[in-house]
């Protein structure tokens, strides 16, 4: 299978993060639950969720790291601070980087991508960051 590259705002880092918790609850899934039907869409949605940073500072940092995306799709509302409009492209930018890790393995855009299937091309994907994770591990080895 010949991997998709994927197009991100996100750094290298957050998209290890981003794969690995795509690849967590698969795993489970495919050993618990092999062949239960998944929707896309509320799997990625609540993923996102998950992903953003709880804490206003680290979004700042996440976002700051990023080169500060403007998500195109924002439009601010009434009373919408800064930090809102932080949150909200941080939100886009980790739910279209797991949509298109979902989708790279689909035939076509009509056919749903299993779960094994999906499971094997973020690992793939994951696997070309592999060094990466393992310098960065090292690297915090040694600073504490």
């Given amino acids: ?9 996100l750094t290298l880092g957050q998209q290890i993060i981003a794969l690995d918790a795509i690849i967590e609850p698969l795993e489970y899934r495919l050993e618990n639950t ?3 039907f998944i929707n ?9 969720d998950e992903i953003v940073p709880v804490w206003n500072h680290e979004r700042v940092q996440w976002w700051l790291d990023m080169n500060m995306p ?12 800064i930090i809102d409009a932080i949150t909200f492209s941080l939100y886009m930018s ?11 393995v689909a035939v076509d855009d009509y056919t749903e991508p299993t779960v094994a299937e999906v499971l094997g091309g973020v690992l793939e994907y994951r696997t070309q960051f592999g060094v990466a994770r393992g310098y960065a591990n090292l690297a915090k080895a040694i600073l504490n």
Avoid: K
Wanted: charged letters at 25%; zero cysteines.
């Fill in 1 to 9: 299978m010949s991997m998709e590259y994927i197009t991100t705002d």
């Fill in 34 to 36: 092999p062949n239960e």
């Fill in 40 to 48: 896309w869409e509320d799997f990625t949605l609540q993923l996102a």
């Fill in 70 to 81: 403007e998500s195109e799709d924002y439009s601010p509302g009434v009373g919408d601070g």
């Fill in 94 to 104: 980790i739910e279209r980087f797991i949509t298109q890790a979902i989708w790279m």
